[in-house]
């Protein structure tokens, strides 16, 4: 079945360190992606999507790009702040079944 | 933001007894899902619903029963709780057009005792 795969945490960086979350999946059709933030004691909010290959995309700095070849949705960013400091979760939405499927979630801690 | 209620936020049970939660939309979206969040495991889907009285499960839905009879509500039902179903439960909807993003509700911490 759909399946989704991301690094484990805790990150812990510095501020205005490169930021990499690795994000694989597996899926039949054409799922779109997606990364939601968690910030603590509050419920998930989209952070950006892309919804077909080799689409990028973008929110706050933050970019993740839908490469097909490889199955992955990696989310970058190029200097992090002390306020990123969140939960982040990999998601797809089948295109055949409707389910929307989540990563384990990775924690971002950014210390200043 | 979008409008998506969880009721109860909080809930305190005993072992045995039936627990009902409710999700409540007003965006008549056509999806909505549950999930159970727990340290080290992320979302996990319980069961979902493409429509009214169309559902199916998801990867962790033994145990769990859902119904949904109208467009704006889905209900999560725990026959007999456990204390391995203590957990945050989050419920979110999504549009007919796949390509949009899903919206959650705020959760609800359910304690099991």
């Known amino acids: 079945g759909d399946s989704v795969t991301q690094m484990e945490g805790p990150v812990t960086l510095s501020e205005e360190a490169f930021l990499t979350i690795n994000c694989t999946y597996t899926?039949?059709?054409?799922?779109?992606l997606f990364w939601y933030v968690q910030y603590p004691g509050e419920g998930l909010q989209l952070l950006l999507k892309?919804?077909?290959?080799?689409d990028k995309g973008s929110n706050k700095g933050f970019e993740a790009t839908y490469r097909k070849e490889t199955t992955s949705f990696h989310l970058e960013k190029g200097s992090v702040q002390v306020s990123d400091s969140a939960v982040y979760f990999c998601?797809?939405?089948?295109?055949?079944?409707?389910?929307?499927?989540f990563g384990q979630g990775t924690t971002l801690q950014v210390k200043p | 933001d979008a409008g998506i209620t969880q009721s109860p936020r909080h809930k305190v049970t005993e072992t045995g007894t039936p627990v009902t939660l409710r999700c409540h939309q007003t965006e008549n979206h056509r999806y909505m899902y549950w999930y159970r969040q727990d340290p080290g495991h992320g979302l996990r889907l319980i069961h979902y619903s493409y429509g009214v009285k169309d559902t199916d499960k998801g990867e962790v839905s033994d145990g769990y029963s859902v119904s949904r009879s109208k467009t704006e509500d889905f209900l999560l039902t725990l026959e007999s709780a456990t204390s391995s179903q203590t957990s945050v439960y989050f419920c979110?909807?999504?549009?007919?057009?796949?390509?949009?993003?899903?919206?959650f509700g705020q959760g609800t911490r359910l304690t099991v005792v």
């Open positions: 892309a919804t077909k290959a080799d």
């Open positions: 899926a039949t059709g054409y799922p779109s």
């Open positions: 998601a797809l939405h089948s295109s055949n079944t409707g389910k929307l499927i």
């Open positions: 979110a909807i999504s549009d007919l057009d796949l390509r949009t993003e899903a919206f």
